[in-house]
């Protein structure tokens, strides 16, 4: 089994930052990309920023220059650093990791349960 567990969400005002971080944890053999994706009410899921198991990186335009994903192989965990949030990234935030098991086995799809993220304006 497979878990990814986010953490950072919260409340904060416009021009404010907040750090997320998601956690990959049992039985991994590796883990390939990583990223964040965001879904506010009424809304479709909307990918905010990826980060390959190399470091490259990509990001939606609407969060470029602001939000900074990073990872700690390591650890098996991502970042989102969001800074000068805006009130339009109110959005429930989910990180999601290509993961491979053991190495015999394919990659799959494993996604966190969500984190509330709200900027007041």
């Known amino acids: 089994q497979v878990q990814l567990v986010e953490s950072g969400g919260g409340l904060v005002q416009a021009g404010e930052s907040l750090r997320l971080s998601c956690a990959a944890s049992?039985?991994?053999?590796?883990?390939?990309?990583m990223g964040w994706s965001r879904q506010a009410p009424g809304k479709q899921r909307e990918v905010v920023a990826l980060?390959?198991?190399?470091?490259?990186?990509n990001y939606a335009d609407s969060v470029k220059g602001r939000f900074t994903i990073s990872r700690d192989n390591a650890k098996n965990t991502v970042y989102l650093q969001m800074n000068s949030l805006k009130p339009e990234d109110t959005a429930i935030y989910y990180c999601?990791?290509?993961?491979?098991?053991?190495?015999?086995?394919?990659?799959?799809?494993?996604w966190g349960q969500g984190t509330q993220v709200t900027v007041s304006s």
């Open positions: 999601n990791a290509l993961i491979r098991r053991s190495s015999v086995s394919g990659t799959g799809d494993y």
């Open positions: 049992g039985s991994i053999f590796s883990i390939n990309f």
């Open positions: 980060i390959t198991s190399g470091g490259s990186t």
